[in-house]
C-alpha cells in the first residue's frame, strides 16, 4: 500500500521559525560575545591553575626553574595579543570589500549566506577570544623575577595561548576556502539550489492531503464557493512574512470552531492594517492571537518559502544579463537549476495547503504559488533581459521543450505561453532570420 492511503501516513517534521533564533543566526554580536566571556572565565581558570603549579613549585624548592620560563612566555604572549586584533582587522575587511563585490555581480541576497554561516562566525569570534585571552594573561604576569615575591608562573595559560592560535589559523584557512567558495558563482548557485530543494522536500510532505473538509474550507472534492466570514486586520508590526506556525493556528481555529484562510502567502509584505485571515464558520478569534503567530521580518528566508529560490536564481541572471556584467554563461548556469527546481515541483499539486487539527477537520487553509505564477516567476525576466542574447535563449528554448515533455497535460498552458513569448521576445530583438533561427534552436548548453 502506498505511503499516500496508509493509515500511518508519515506525517511532516514541521518547526515554527524562532525569531529569537533567526534573529541570532543574522547576527554577529552573539557568537563573539559568547566567545569573548569564555575567554575570560578561561583566562581565571587557567591562572588558577598557574597559581596551584607555582605553589607546590616553590614548596619542592623549583620554582627558579619556572622563573626561566617567564619572560619567554611574556614574550610569545605579547606578540600574540598584538598581531591578532591587526589580523582580524585586515582579514575581515578584505573579505567585506570580497563580498560587496559579489552582491554587485550577483545578487545582495546572496550576502545572507556568508552573513549565516557558522564558520564566519566561529572564525570571527575565535580570534576575538585569542585576543582578549593573551591581552588577560597579560595582566596576571610577575614583574618580579624573586622566588619568594612572585605569585605565579603563566606557563598553563601561555600554552593554552598558543593551541588558541593554532585553533585560529586553522579556521582562517578553512575560512578563506569558504569565502572563496561564496565568491563562485557556480557554488552560490548550488547553495540557493540545495536550500531550495529542502523547502520543496518539506513541501511534498505538506502536499494538500484528500478526505472531508470543515466547514467554509474549499478544499475537498469538488471545490466549494469561496468561503464567507469576518476578516481580521495585522495588528502587529510591518515587514515581510517569512513564517506561519501552522500549529499555533490549528489550535486557535480548533478551539474557536472555525477555518482559517490565510490571505497573505510566505514572502508578502505586511502592515498594520493589512487583511491576515479570513475566519469562516464559528467564531472569530481575536487579530492579536493571530498576529503571534505570524512571524515578520525585514527580508524574507527560505523557511517555508518556495518562490525565494527562484526569485534568488533569476536575479543572479538578470544581474549577470545586464550591460555592466554582460555574462550570459552565468544566467545558463542559473537557468540549469530553474529547470531542475521546476521539474521536480511539477508533478505536485500547488495551490493550497490544508492543515487539520488531530481530529482530521480542516482548520487553516495557507496559498501557495501556482504552477503558473512559478512559471512566470521562473521565465519572464530572463526572457525578457537576455532575448538578444543567443546562449541564453537556446538554453530557455531546451528547458521549456524538456519540461513540456515531463509535466502533465494540464501545466502545459504556461509553459507554451512562455514559448511564444521567448519566439517573439527573439524576433524582436534579432532581425536576421538565420540568426533567429539559430538563437531559438534548443540546447542544453546554449552554445556550449
Not at 20 to 43: N, T
Not at 228 to 252: S, T
Not at 303 to 317: C, E, K, T
Amino acid at each position: 500500500m502506498s505511503e499516500q492511503h496508509s493509515g500511518r501516513r508519515r506525517r511532516p517534521h514541521y518547526r515554527a521559525l524562532s525569531p529569537l533564533r533567526e534573529h541570532l543566526r543574522e547576527s554577529f554580536w552573539f557568537a563573539p560575545l559568547v566567545a569573548c566571556v569564555g575567554a575570560v572565565l578561561l583566562a581565571g581558570l587557567t591562572d588558577l591553575i598557574d597559581q596551584e603549579i607555582f605553589a607546590e613549585a616553590t614548596a619542592e624548592q623549583t620554582a627558579d626553574t619556572l622563573l626561566s620560563f617567564a619572560s619567554a612566555a611574556k614574550s610569545v604572549v605579547s606578540t600574540v595579543s598584538s598581531a591578532m586584533l591587526t589580523f582580524i582587522g585586515v582579514v575581515f575587511s578584505i573579505s567585506l570589500v570580497s563580498l560587496q563585490m559579489a552582491a554587485g555581480q550577483m545578487s545582495p541576497r546572496v550576502l545572507r549566506l556568508y552573513v549565516r554561516s557558522r564558520l564566519t562566525k566561529a572564525t570571527f569570534s575565535t580570534c576575538l577570544a585569542t585576543f582578549v585571552f593573551a591581552l588577560l594573561v597579560q595582566l596576571g604576569y610577575d614583574e618580579t623575577t624573586d622566588p619568594n615575591r612572585a605569585v605565579s608562573v603563566p606557563i598553563v595559560s601561555t600554552v593554552v595561548a598558543l593551541v588558541l592560535v593554532l585553533l585560529s589559523l586553522a579556521l582562517f584557512v578553512l575560512y578563506v576556502q569558504a569565502t572563496l567558495r561564496l565568491l563562485r558563482v557556480p557554488h552560490v548557485i548550488d547553495r540557493v539550489t540545495r536550500e531550495s530543494m529542502q523547502v520543496l522536500t518539506a513541501y511534498r510532505w505538506l502536499a494538500p492531503q484528500s478526505g472531508p473538509a470543515a466547514a467554509g474550507s474549499p478544499g475537498g472534492p469538488g471545490r466549494d464557493p469561496a468561503p464567507q466570514g469576518p476578516v481580521l486586520l495585522h495588528e502587529g508590526r510591518a515587514g515581510v512574512l517569512r513564517d506561519v506556525n501552522i500549529r499555533r493556528l490549528v489550535r486557535v481555529a480548533r478551539r474557536h470552531g472555525t477555518v482559517l484562510h490565510l490571505i497573505p502567502r510566505i514572502g508578502d509584505f505586511i502592515a498594520p492594517g493589512t487583511p491576515t485571515v479570513l475566519a469562516a464558520g464559528g467564531t472569530a478569534p481575536r487579530p492579536r492571537r493571530i498576529a503571534f503567530a505570524l512571524n515578520v521580518g525585514v527580508d524574507r528566508t527560505m523557511h517555508q518559502d518556495l518562490s525565494f529560490g527562484f526569485r534568488q536564481l533569476v536575479d543572479i541572471a538578470i544581474r549577470a544579463l545586464s550591460p555592466a556584467v554582460n555574462d550570459p554563461t552565468t544566467a545558463v548556469q542559473a537557468v540549469d537549476r530553474i529547470h531542475q527546481l521546476l521539474a521536480v515541483l511539477a508533478p505536485l499539486p500547488v495551490g493550497e495547503l490544508r492543515h487539520r487539527d488531530r481530529d482530521g477537520a480542516v482548520r487553516l487553509v495557507q496559498s501557495v504559488p501556482g504552477w503558473e505564477a512559478t512559471v512566470d516567476l521562473a521565465f519572464t525576466e530572463i526572457r525578457i533581459c537576455g532575448a538578444g542574447q543567443p546562449q541564453v535563449t537556446r538554453r530557455l528554448a531546451a528547458a521549456l521543450d524538456d519540461l513540456l515533455r515531463i509535466t502533465p497535460e494540464p501545466r502545459h498552458p504556461p509553459l507554451l505561453t512562455q514559448r511564444r513569448l521567448l519566439e517573439r521576445a527573439v524576433g524582436a530583438a534579432v532581425p536576421d532570420e538565420h540568426n533567429r533561427a539559430f538563437a531559438l534552436a534548443p540546447d542544453r548548453q546554449g552554445i556550449g
